[in-house]
Antibody, heavy 123, light 107 residues
Framework: EVQLVESGGGLVQPGGSLRLSCAAS????????MSWVRQAPGKGLEWVAN????????YYVDSVKGRFTISRDNARISLYLQMKSLRAEDTAVYYC????????????????WGQGTLVTVSS | DIQMTQSPSSLSASVGDRVTITCRTS??????LNWYQQKPGEAPKVLIY???SLQSGVPSRFSGSGSGADFTLTISSLQPEDFATYYC?????????FGQGTKVEIK
């Protein structure tokens, strides 16, 4: 059974930093692209970042470029999101998700999701 | 970035109704269109990927169709457990985007 467990959320002041973690199990983590997706309170879903299997390719939504860094440790079977210069608008539940699909299938999608960790940016 | 326009933003329907949600993208995205369902307090789950492929375990009353830049999610006979928010999502470029969501409520 695929399990993704996020941790590291909490209350942080504007301008502060936070590191989120996602512990994975139940699948071959080192063979999977991974993502972070967030959801502000009462709002819709927003893709944040993707990372490929060995961490050599990373993509970000424009609003977090230069402030957030996605990374992974395949030996520890974990995904991370380092967040710096946090703003009130970064307040959200942050989900870790697997990327399923392939170009051959004509699809890339979020196959499995964690339960999320809440980040609140406020003074 | 590719813009996603989902409609309606909300709808009220009764059990047994046929429900249709549309998603329009700002450019053609081939087959890179997926649909998700999210219930309050839960993580989203994928229903449909690649426009019309049903994710394993998803009831057959859910179907997807469309091409180019216009796509549709259909629930053929709405069930009580289907009251939720639905999102379309594109993965055609390296910058992925979601529609704003459609909340399906009980009439």
């Amino acid at each position: 059974e695929v399990q993704l467990v996020e941790s590291g959320g909490g209350l942080v002041q504007p301008g502060g930093s936070l590191r989120l973690s996602c512990a994975a199990s139940g699948f071959t983590f080192s063979g999977q692209w991974m993502s972070w997706v967030r959801q502000a309170p009462g709002k819709g879903l927003e893709w944040v970042a993707n990372i490929n299997q060995d961490g050599s390719e990373k993509y970000y939504v424009d609003s977090v470029k230069g402030r957030f860094t996605i990374s992974r440790d395949n030996a520890r079977i974990s995904l991370y999101l380092q967040m710096k210069s946090l703003r009130a608008e970064d307040t959200a539940v942050y989900y870790c998700a697997t990327n399923s699909g392939s170009q051959a299938r004509g699809a890339y999608y979020f196959g499995f999701w964690g339960q999320g960790t809440l980040v609140t940016v406020s003074s | 970035d590719i813009q996603m326009t989902q409609s309606p933003s909300s709808l009220s329907a009764s059990v047994g109704d046929r429900v249709t949600i549309t998603c329009r993208t700002s450019q053609s995205i081939s087959t890179y269109l997926n649909w998700y369902q999210q219930k309050p307090g839960e993580a989203p789950k994928v229903l449909i990927y690649a426009v019309s492929s049903l994710q394993s375990g998803v009831p057959s009353r859910f179907s997807g169709s469309g091409s180019g830049a216009d796509f549709t999610l259909t629930i053929s006979s709405l069930q009580p457990e289907d009251f939720a928010t639905y999102y379309c999502q594109q993965s055609y470029t390296t910058s992925w985007t979601f529609g704003q969501g459609t909340k399906v409520e009980i009439k």
